[in-house]
């Protein structure tokens, strides 16, 4: 499934992604997964939000640089091999995988995927999980 995540861009100093942290609070926008990658000078915090369009638009408003885009949500079993399976079936179809995070709870792990081709590994993916 196809999921709305931002992505903010921050200067690489301590406190920046706190004060992200606190606007989305402040904002009753509860941010339900995320990944933070860092560079010399700056860094992109990857969110997942329960309401993209206005964290988008409280971060712009507190000068936080930010752009909404589109990644694959995929919930699969938490045992060893599964994500080999869906890697696999991605290479298989010649699908790039750019980036991804995920998180476990006591059943599921919970994976969000940037392809190179979002729509058709979605799709491809989507259709492993019927059969």
Known sequence: MLVEQISAFLENKPGRFAFI???LGENDINMQAFT?????KFGIAHIIVDNAERAKSVLQENNIGVHVSKVIC???SDRPGEMSKILKLLAENNISVEYMYAYADSKNAHIFLRTDNLEL???ILSEMSRG
């Open 121 to 123: 590994a979605d799709s």
């Open 74 to 76: 995929l919930d699969i």
């Open 36 to 40: 933070v990658s860092e560079s010399a």
């Open 21 to 23: 942290s606190k606007v």
